[in-house]
């Protein structure tokens, strides 16, 4: 449920067990086995050359230990990596959604075992905190996302608006201009079954709201909900939002977007290129996601893991090359290639000069989460997902009730 991305294709072969030295030298190889995010356009195999290009420069400064990567995409990884461990084949290294069931049965390393507690402690600290099981972190965040608004700024000169909106009330105003200056969809608004929990979530935030409250106790239907949700079917039934936003995916959507379409969207660092490849690049902005009072202080983050296995020793080796990967290229190479963001207030810093970046870094250490860590959620979010848009087209505080239930039972 923490994937990022899940498309692109990755490499086939189990690769060696991790656990040999070649002879007479004291060489050490490392079994990594790691998730690819996909091709970026014009990009093939950008997983294995990403990953290449990392392992080639550790391996300059370490002659003496190897890594061997296997890339495997995202629709196979977790079931591929099950069999590795089931046969006795436990890599030293794996790179991908969720760490949780391999802490539960003591096959991980400590964080503290394996990462510099320099390093360690340059971690984003809200995202490291989702790393431990009963207090243990075993899970290093990999890499993140977050979520900003996108706006375009030809559309909005066209319907003179001056600046993005900061509030509900703003955005309701600019999205009344954009439909009067003939813009189809004045707010993208996808609450189809592909990312509908993400989109939601993010206008809960804005009212002080979220899937659970300050308690830890599920509130999908609090009062701060459904008044958000029927502030947003006032937008729809005013005809200022994608249509039938139940039924539209955030690919389609960011593709309207993308082609002139759509004036304002909710969309992550990974939108860019969609933007950019449909001929808008330049031509949009990027600023805080509005809140029913002024701009999010939050947003939606979004992070995948590495861990390393105990089984086959070789936790100095490890660390040198986890050492090695945090505080080296590696992060500016990961946002180049895929456009996801850093996990270390390092990598924030060498990314800051990119405008377009910017609203996202600002907003990630302060970043909210999906409730994940409650079994409850993975029932759950596949019933937001399916359930949700319903809100704005029928009553809001019936839906989102029928999903409280769901929360509340058992």
């Known amino acids: 449920m923490l994937v990022l991305s899940s498309c692109g294709s990755g490499s086939g072969g189990s690769g060696s067990s991790g656990d040999q030295k070649a002879s007479g030298g004291g ?25 290449k290009g990392v392992v ?14 296997q890339v495997i995409n995202w629709n196979d990884i977790d079931k591929q990596v099950a069999t590795m461990v089931q046969n006795g084949q436990v890599p030293d290294i794996l790179q991908t959604g969720d760490y949780s069931g391999f802490a539960k049965d003591d096959m991980l390393y400590k964080v503290e075992e394996v990462l510099s507690p320099n390093v360690s402690g340059d971690m984003l600290q809200k995202f490291a905190d989702f790393g431990k099981v009963d207090g243990t ?9 977050a979520r900003a608004l996108f706006y375009n700024k030809d559309l909005f000169t066209k319907a003179g608006i001056s600046e993005p909106p900061k509030t509900w009330d703003e955005l309701k105003a600019a999205a009344e201009k954009l439909k009067k200056a003939g813009v189809s969809q004045p707010f993208g608004l996808p609450l189809g079954q592909e990312e509908a929990q993400a989109e939601s979530f993010l206008w809960m935030l804005g009212n002080g709201g979220g899937y659970k409250d300050a308690s830890g106790k599920w509130a999908i239907n609090s009062p701060q909900n459904i008044e958000t949700f029927t502030y947003l079917k006032g937008l729809v039934d005013a005809g200022l939002t994608t249509p039938n936003p139940g039924t539209k995916d955030r690919k389609t959507v960011w593709e309207d977007f993308g082609a002139g379409k759509v004036g304002m969207v909710n969309g992550g660092p990974m939108s860019i290129p969609i933007f950019d490849a449909a001929g808008l690049k330049d031509k949009y902005g990027v600023a805080p996601i509005p809140g029913k009072s002024g701009p999010l202080d939050t947003t939606l983050g979004v992070m995948d893991w590495i861990m390393a296995f105990n089984k086959n020793g070789h936790a100095a080796e490890i660390k040198k090359f986890f050492d090695f990967f945090y505080t080296g290229s590696a992060a500016q190479k990961i946002s180049d290639t895929y456009k996801l963001l850093p996990v270390t207030n390092g990598g924030i810093q060498k990314l ?3 405008e377009k970046l910017k609203p996202f870094l600002d907003a990630l250490p302060n970043a909210s989460f999906y409730p994940f860590q409650d079994p409850k959620w993975a029932d759950l979010n596949p019933e937001i997902k399916q359930t949700i848009g319903g809100a704005v087209k029928d009553d809001p505080a019936k839906v989102l009730g029928e999903l409280q239930k769901t929360a509340d039972a058992g």
């Open 27 to 51: 060489q050490v190889t490392l079994k990594m086995v790691a998730a690819d995010y996909g091709d970026g356009p014009g990009k093939p195999n950008s997983g294995e050359t990403f990953w």
């Open 56 to 69: 080639d420069e550790f391996q300059a400064a370490n002659p003496n230990i190897k890594v061997d990567v």
């Open 137 to 145: 972190a075993y899970g290093i965040p990999f890499v993140s996302s």
């Open 352 to 354: 800051s000069s990119d």
